[in-house]
């Protein structure tokens, strides 16, 4: 069982650079491809980005293309997601979640969830 623990979420003023981490518990972690995922106010919840097991592989949604970077770091179990030029739509509630198969838009190939962490942007 993985168990997923999201955190670096707060106000962040629109232009912000925050820095989201992923700290995972369990089992062969690093064998696992992990996306982030964000769910706005009364909204779905959307993939943003995605990493594979190795790294060798991310993914990204159009509009976080250039302004998002996934990172892992095996040895400490955690995947971030580093948010620059941040802006108000990009408010919700982010999730990263790991998957054992490397399918990264496919929500209901995710195994594991975390809680969640707020993300704010103010303009």
């Known amino acids: 069982q993985v168990q997923l623990v999201e955190s670096g979420g707060g106000l962040v003023q629109a232009g912000g650079s925050p820095r989201l981490s992923c700290a995972a518990s369990?089992?062969?972690?690093?064998?696992?491809?992990v996306g982030w995922f964000r769910q706005a106010p009364g909204k779905e919840r959307d993939f943003v980005a995605a990493?594979?097991?190795?790294?060798?592989?991310?993914y990204y949604i159009d509009s976080v293309k250039g302004r998002f970077t996934i990172s892992r770091d095996n040895a400490k179990n955690t995947v971030y997601l580093q948010m620059n030029s941040l802006k108000p739509e990009d408010t919700a509630v982010y999730y990263c979640?790991?998957?054992?198969?490397?399918?990264?838009?496919?929500?209901?190939?995710?195994?594991?969830w975390g809680q969640g962490t707020q993300v704010t942007v103010s303009s």
């Open positions: 990493i594979s097991w190795s790294a060798g592989n991310t």
């Open positions: 369990g089992p062969a972690f690093s064998s696992y491809a």
């Open positions: 979640a790991a998957a054992q198969i490397w399918v990264p838009t496919a929500t209901v190939e995710y195994n594991y």
